[in-house]
């Protein structure tokens, strides 16, 4: 395995703490980063994938699909959806900033 070095600038407060981490894993210091990073990445990866898959899908094909499912059992506790489910959610404005305030045009 290929390794790269990069000298890594950490708050004493959290180097302290990932120092800690380590011996009560009983890892190398630099094993508990490798592991953190790893685990960030993946988790930044699903992310993304979820988005992709998500604005691929057909919230139509999916409202028949569920209509068809579970007819001959009725529902159980639990089985409830939240209030307003089924609604188109609000997409953000882009021509808003994140404070609320519209951009001036160019």
Known sequence: MRTSNFALRLQNSLMKEA????????????????????????????????????????????????????NDEPPVPGDELPRGWNKPKKRASLNKRANGKKRKAA
């Open 19 to 70: 120092r800690r981490a380590a011996l009560k894993e009983g890892v190398a210091l630099n094993q508990l980063i490798n592991v953190a990073v790893a685990e960030k990445l993946s988790a930044l990866r699903a992310e993304m994938r979820f988005r992709e898959m998500a604005s691929r899908a057909d919230r139509q094909k999916t409202l028949e699909v569920l209509a068809r499912m579970g």
